[in-house]
């Protein structure tokens, strides 16, 4: 750490001279001068005024500059806000410890003082996978008493899912039940969450550093250190070349998944396999001009689109910079709140929760102006309440070391009707039917440690990827390719239709012949009278399957959460079960402690 | 057993026949391929012995390079031929066939140039089951394709229903005695179980041997005085000879074939010539004995010399006829005379023997489907349900809905005019008398279109004919997209072969009676040269023609190509 005038006692002469003798210091030295300085200290026992204060009094309370962060992340957000804090607090003088929830040994949790907490919420309200152990072990009986513990939760979500930021709520309450007293308020982040958890952070930071000797000068912008190393970034996009964009199933599929190939070159993004990509991508422009026409504004009026003041176009920022595809509860009670209508108050009254949430299910904001009409003054107020568009996250299906300045996705395009009227996922559907190549997308790399190939290239991996889930196994295998890992693979591949559906299928075939591949298994549920699905290929297997888990396999599951993770889930344990001869508790812990040893990883959406 | 004065020309084997000699009897690993889930394709080596089990693997070639983009292998699939002599199919079995080609298949079915249904668009694991159900119809795929004896031909004929009758049994004890002895089939799509060979067990194929044939082998059998399955066309030909309205025995002809390469003059085709006369009975006895001399002297170094043809124009007709003698053990009988009015079909109704109606129905093309208002298909599956006498696929790609009594013609005759279903009397005789081979998209030989382009061609060249008061002018015209002539356009008044996408060879002069080959007019050339050329030339026909001349011989007489007298003359 670099002593400065901010996050130390010392004065700029006093830094300077302390930051270049304590670099050249042995080990041993310093413990030597630590002892001297102490013993100097207390031998003087003066009770001057300049003496260093390492310890600040607050309310007679003795405050810890010991911070462990625990992180729960699925998708990475998590984690990086958690870098992001650590790092900040550092700046600050803080002695960081930080982790994600299973790697943190849960008897530190007694001896913890200042517990900060970032989490996300999956799915319906579920805890992410890294955090499922941890967030048993604190909600079971052996949880201890945590008197004494300060505590702040940064709790991620989705305000369109029905339990938003569950899982950070479920942590705050129960760390308050166990003893902690909050040091700041939980905050709860939508999908922009940048400013909301800047907020907190600095929250945090006031908190813990309040009565301590220049805490207030130490808050200030130490800028995150995290993404620093480029300058592109998820509040900073890359502007990427769209090289190609092929839709990947045959003629006559009920599915259009397009393989897209961006440029990466000049942005100096790196990623690794199991890393994401971030694109912000545009509304349908049909869409906003039919928003547009039920609202009484002029679309080339000029708004305020950002806190920073930036201006736009009124149709131009319902295409950029909103989201108005999906209708969030907070949405509607700002809303209700600007408009007075009396039927949205209704709706809003206790005891209709069910009628609201079965309203805003597969509806948008024109079918919202449609039923209750608009709201607000103006268009600037109109806007004001609607969230930031939100970035979507794809898992990369390609190697740097195979496409050095590319990147490549798998995007399965969405669309399904509702309420009478066609449905288009907003960034897969500008994918399939809008880009072409050439067109500039913006982009940022989200990386994602959860989900990483074994550190040991000779572990055997077992991959399940049914769909798009197939994304991050391409990256997987091309990256193997380069690197000559020795390991061997094994590929669980599922979709509708062979001959339309089988996707990337020629390079599966390729890495099989080559032996990148070791072994692939699919399943076409829709070939045959019988559905037939990754699961069921496992089941057929799972004496080899055990096998390979017993020789050290590490299993990645990618793609659809609802029904295929938990059905792959549950087969594994079933399989465990069988081939181990276990009970099913004990087939639960073998799969846990795979979890917990990181062979066991998912990427589910 | 070997004869000294004649020997098979040296060489080493083509890579077809190494892979038969691997195969432990047609069995090389098509188990196992056949169960792999990664690709709907099976290795070459495989796809060559596929070939004797009645298959072989194709894609779509529409989409060849469309789905190469798209990182999806070929759109693979089989065709699959049954062996069904004669072409007879009972209502069950058609409506086995129909169900199957909407189950697994592409949806229609295919009417061949030999008489039999011919499946597009089967995918690999439903290529088990899809054989099972044709195996439990009582008919099979075996040696429909390979390198062995292929399906059987027999005339239709429908008024001369005695004589169809023990005709047709002929070809079929034919077609069974000259099947191939292996256990392969059997164990790969039936689930027979495998009998540990045992050295006794070893001589698993009398007949053929470990290395079967060096090419396939075509047999028909023609009734004068129609050739409508072209004799002249086969390996080895029997034409019926019936005295006193009895069946006194059969000329044989030997070394016909269509088959040709584009620009090697040492491939052409031939027509079988007769050498003699047997009694009925002698049929299997002659058969079996060409066979082993083709087994023995045919060409198994390169493939496209390895036909029977050429082995007889190799050795010369009398010694290959010596040596058949030789190994019957007797002599065949001196051939005796017969005459054939033409190669076609006769569309409508007819009746026979014992007041039996048999209807030729006009299949352009050969393909049964629904399409748009036509619904040939649903219509022939309605007929099937209600039939009691069987159907008759002809050597021209058309169906004989046979053996109706008069009672049950009432009821067909709805049914045909219900779907609109008819002898083609509203087309021009030319149409009725066209052939095409399917060719694109699935053949993986062909270089140009022909059943989903001839019809098209038609369409216009019918406006010539009308100009030229043609229309009930029946004149053979095939067209074939690559020079192994699946549609026999040599034996066509008008002949096409694919040369690359729209572009053709034009032959003219073969026999209306099949019984002279054509000749290339002109090479290399598309649809507006075509027609030019057509217009002047049946504009002469109809003006300069002799009373009764067909247009084949038309064009030889008024000096516009050269008589082809062998096939070993077509090139010059």
């Known amino acids: 750490m670099q002593l400065q005038v901010s996050n130390s006692p010392f004065n700029q002469e006093q830094a300077e001279l302390l930051n270049s003798l304590l670099p050249s210091l042995t080990e041993t030295q310093k413990i030597w001068l630590s002892g001297y300085l102490t013993a100097s200290l207390s031998v003087s026992n003066t009770s001057s005024a300049d003496a260093p204060v390492l310890e600040a009094q607050s309310g007679g309370k003795t405050i810890s500059k010991e911070v462990t962060i625990l992180y729960g992340s699925q998708t990475g957000?998590?984690?990086?806000?958690?870098?992001?804090?650590?790092?900040?607090?550092?700046?600050?003088?803080f002695q960081v410890t930080i982790s994600s929830m299973s790697d943190f040994k849960v008897n530190n949790l007694k001896k913890t003082e200042n517990l900060l907490i970032a989490v996300s919420t999956h799915g319906e309200g579920d805890p992410p996978d890294n955090t499922l152990s941890f967030h048993e072990y604190l909600h079971g009986r052996r949880a201890p008493s945590l008197e004494g513990l300060r505590y702040s939760v940064l709790a991620l979500g989705d305000s369109s899912y029905e339990f938003f930021c569950e899982t950070g709520k479920q942590f705050d309450k129960r760390l308050e039940e166990l003893g902690g007293t909050r040091l700041f308020p939980r905050m709860d982040c939508d999908l922009d969450y940048d400013e909301p958890a800047s907020e907190w952070l600095e929250g945090v930071i006031s908190s813990l550093s309040e009565g301590q000797v220049s805490s207030a000068a130490a808050v200030p912008e130490a800028k995150a250190s995290v993404g620093e190393k480029t300058s592109y970034s998820r509040t900073n996009p890359f502007k990427a070349e769209v090289l190609e964009n092929i839709n990947l199933n045959g003629r006559g599929s009920n599915k259009e998944t397009h393989h897209l190939e961006l440029s990466l070159e000049g942005s100096g993004l790196t990623f690794e396999p199991g890393d994401s990509l971030g694109i912000y991508p545009k509304n349908d422009?049909?869409?906003?001009?039919?928003?547009?026409?039920?609202?009484?504004?002029d679309p080339e009026e000029t708004v305020k689109v950002n806190k920073q003041g930036e201006l736009r176009q009124f149709r131009e920022s319902l295409i950029s910079d909103f989201e108005i595809t999906v209708l969030t509860k907070s949405l509607i009670e700002q809303a209700a709140q600007l408009s007075g209508n009396e039927d949205l108050k209704e709706l809003l009254k206790p005891g209709n929760e069910e009628r609201l949430k079965e309203y805003r299910e597969g509806r948008d904001l024109l079918d919202f102006v449609r039923d209750f009409g608009s709201w607000g003054e103006s268009?600037?107020?109109f806007v004001s309440i609607l969230r930031k568009m939100p970035a979507r996250l794809y898992s990369i299906a390609s190697s740097l070391s195979a496409y050095p300045d590319e990147v490549h996705l798998t995007i399965g395009a969405v669309r399904y009707e509702s309420h009478g009227r066609e449905r288009k996922g907003v960034c897969s559907i500008l994918c399939a039917d809008r880009l072409q190549p050439g067109d500039l997308l913006p982009i940022y790399i989200q990386h994602n440690q959860n989900f990483k190939q074994p550190k040991n290239p000779d572990t055997p991996i077992i991959m399940v990827g049914p769909g798009t889930g197939i994304a991050p196994f391409r990256s997987f295998i091309q990256d193997r390719e380069e690197s000559e890992a020795k390991g061997k693979t094994w590929l669980f591949f599922g979709d509708q239709h062979f001959v339309t559906d089988f996707l990337y299928q020629t390079e599966w075939q390729k890495w099989l012949k080559t032996g990148v591949l070791t072994k692939m298994d699919v399943a076409f549920s829709r070939d045959t009278d019988e559905k037939v699905y990754v699961q069921d290929r496992m089941r057929e297997q799972s004496g080899e399957l055990y096998e390979w888990l017993q020789k050290g396999a590490a299993v990645y599951i990618c793609g659809d959460e609802k029904n295929m993770a938990h059905d792959v889930h549950n087969t594994l344990i079933e399989i465990i079960e069988k081939e181990g001869n276990m009970s099913h508790a004990d087939a639960q812990a073998y799969l846990e402690d795979m979890q917990q040893n990181k062979r066991y990883q998912r990427d589910v959406y | 057993m070997v004869n000294p004065l004649l020997k098979a020309p040296a060489g080493p084997p083509s890579d077809v026949e190494q892979i038969k000699e691997r195969s432990d009897y047609l069995r090389g690993t098509l188990g196992k391929v056949m169960q792999d889930r990664i690709s709907a394709g099976i290795p070459d080596d495989d796809n060559r012995l596929m070939k004797h089990h009645g298959s072989y693997l194709q894609d779509d070639r529409d989409l060849r390079n469309e789905r190469q983009k798209q990182k999806l292998e070929p759109a693979y699939q089989f065709m699959l031929r049954v062996r069904m002599a004669g072409g007879v199919a009972q209502p069950s079995q058609w409506l086995v066939m129909d169900d199957l080609a909407q189950k697994y298949g592409n949806g229609t079915l295919k009417l061949t140039t030999r008489q039999t249904f011919q499946m597009h668009g089967i995918l690999k694991w439903n290529m088990k089951k899809t054989i099972q159900e044709i195996h439990a119809s009582m008919l099979d795929t075996i040696a429909a394709c390979g390198d062995v004896n292929r399906n059987v031909m027999c005339n239709s004929i429908p008024f001369q229903s005695e004589i169809h009758s023990e005709v047709y049994e002929w070809s079929k004890k034919l077609s069974d005695y000259l099947l191939p002895r292996t256990r392969a089939y059997h164990e790969i799509w039936l689930d027979e179980e495998k009998v540990v060979a045992t050295p006794e067990l070893e001589e698993v194929e009398p007949m053929y041997g470990k290395l079967y044939l060096p090419r396939k082998f075509k047999i028909g059998i023609a009734v004068p005085p129609s050739n409508d399955i072209d004799v002249y066309s086969q390996d080895l030909g029997f034409i019926a000879i019936v005295e006193n309205g009895k069946l006194v025995g059969f000329n044989v002809a030997i070394g016909g074939g269509m088959g040709m390469t584009h620009g090697d003059k040492a491939t052409y085709p031939q027509l079988a010539k007769v050498i003699g006369f047997c009694q009925p009975d002698k049929i299997l006895d002659v058969a079996e004995k060409i066979i082993t001399i083709q087994r023995d002297y045919g060409n198994r170094s390169v493939r496209k010399n390895a036909r029977f043809k050429y082995t007889v124009d190799r050795l010369g007709l009398e010694p290959v006829k010596a040596e058949l003698e030789n190994r019957l053990g007797w002599k065949l009988g001196e051939a005796r005379t017969y005459h054939f009015d033409n190669n076609g079909d006769r569309y409508g109704w007819v009746k026979g023997m014992?007041?039996?109606?048999?209807?030729?129905?006009?299949?352009?093309?050969?393909?049964?489907?629904?399409?748009?208002?036509?619904?040939?298909?649903?219509?022939?599956?309605?007929?099937?349900?209600?039939?009691?006498?069987?159907?008759?696929?002809?050597?021209?790609?058309?169906?004989?809905?046979?053996?109706?009594?008069?009672?049950?013609?009432?009821?067909?005759?709805?049914?045909?005019?219900?779907?609109?279903?008819?002898?083609?009397?509203?087309?021009?005789?030319?149409?009725?008398?066209?052939?095409?081979?399917?060719?694109?998209?699935?053949?993986?030989?062909?270089?140009?279109?022909?059943?989903?382009?001839?019809?098209?061609?038609?369409?216009?060249?019918?406006?010539i004919v009308d100009e030229n008061g043609l229309r009930n002018e029946e004149i053979t015209i095939r067209m074939t997209g690559c020079p192994?002539?699946?549609?026999?356009?040599?034996?066509?008044?008008?002949?096409?072969?694919?040369?690359?996408?729209g572009k053709y060879n034009m032959y003219l002069g073969a026999a209306f009676d099949g019984s002279r080959l054509s000749k290339m007019y002109r090479e290399n050339i598309g649809e507006e040269e075509i027609l030019k050329e057509l217009r002047v030339l049946l504009s002469r026909y109809a003006k300069e023609r002799q009373q009764g001349e067909h247009f084949g011989d038309f064009v030889i007489n008024a000096g516009i190509v050269k008589e082809v007298t062998d096939g070993t003359n077509f090139h010059d």
Request: charged share 25%; with cysteine; glycine share 10%.
């Open chain 1, 77 to 93: 957000n998590a984690q990086g806000l958690a870098e992001n804090a650590a790092s900040k607090l550092e700046g600050n003088g």
């Open chain 1, 285 to 297: 422009s049909d869409l906003v001009d039919m928003l547009l026409m039920e609202l009484d504004w």
């Open chain 1, 379 to 381: 268009a600037q107020e």
């Open chain 2, 354 to 463: 014992q007041g039996k109606w048999h209807f030729t129905l006009f299949v352009e093309g050969g393909r049964i489907a629904d399409i748009n208002d036509y619904k040939l298909m649903t219509g022939l599956r309605e007929i099937a349900k209600i039939h009691t006498g069987d159907f008759r696929l002809t050597a021209n790609q058309n169906l004989i809905i046979a053996d109706v009594s008069s009672q049950e013609k009432e009821k067909i005759i709805e049914l045909l005019e219900t779907y609109g279903l008819t002898d083609g009397a509203h087309h021009s005789a030319l149409r009725r008398s066209s052939i095409a081979c399917v060719a694109l998209p699935t053949c993986g030989l062909a270089m140009a279109e022909a059943e989903r382009y001839l019809p098209v061609l038609i369409d216009k060249i019918e406006a």
């Open chain 2, 484 to 501: 192994n002539g699946c549609a026999r356009h040599a034996l066509g008044e008008i002949g096409f072969i694919g040369k690359a996408p």
